[in-house]
């Protein structure tokens, strides 16, 4: 998997991700790596990428999201237009 790709899969098997390049996004990989933790589902780091064991799955919790002020900047750039 290229390392400009920021999803990681949730399968009913287990999973071995291999990063091929350089990682460009590794604060949102991070994040969501934390994010599924909070819900149930373990990643583990490897040396070239991650490991997801199968048969996870995802479990409700309380949970306050962080807001996405990357997305907002449109919104604001076009105001200003």
Same mark, same amino acid.
């Given at each position: 998997?290229? &390392?400009?790709?920021? /999803?990681?899969?949730?399968?009913?098997? %287990? $999973?071995?991700?291999?990063?091929?390049?350089?990682?460009?996004?590794? +604060?949102?990989?991070? !994040?969501?790596?934390?994010? !599924? &933790?909070?819900? +149930?589902?373990?990643?583990?780091?490897?040396?070239? +990428?991650? *490991?997801?064991? +199968?048969?996870? /799955?995802?479990?409700? $919790?309380?949970?306050? $999201?962080?807001? %996405?002020?990357?997305?907002?900047? *449109? *919104?604001?750039? %076009?105001?200003?237009?």
């Amino acid at each position: 998997m290229p &390392g400009n790709v920021s /999803s990681l899969p949730l399968t009913g098997k %287990d $999973c071995t991700i291999a990063v091929t390049s350089p990682l460009q996004s590794v +604060g949102y990989i991070n !994040m969501t790596i934390r994010t !599924m &933790g909070v819900f +149930g589902v373990k990643v583990e780091a490897t040396e070239n +990428g991650y *490991f997801i064991k +199968g048969g996870q /799955s995802y479990k409700p $919790c309380r949970y306050t $999201c962080e807001g %996405d002020w990357s997305q907002a900047a *449109f *919104f604001r750039a %076009d105001a200003l237009h």
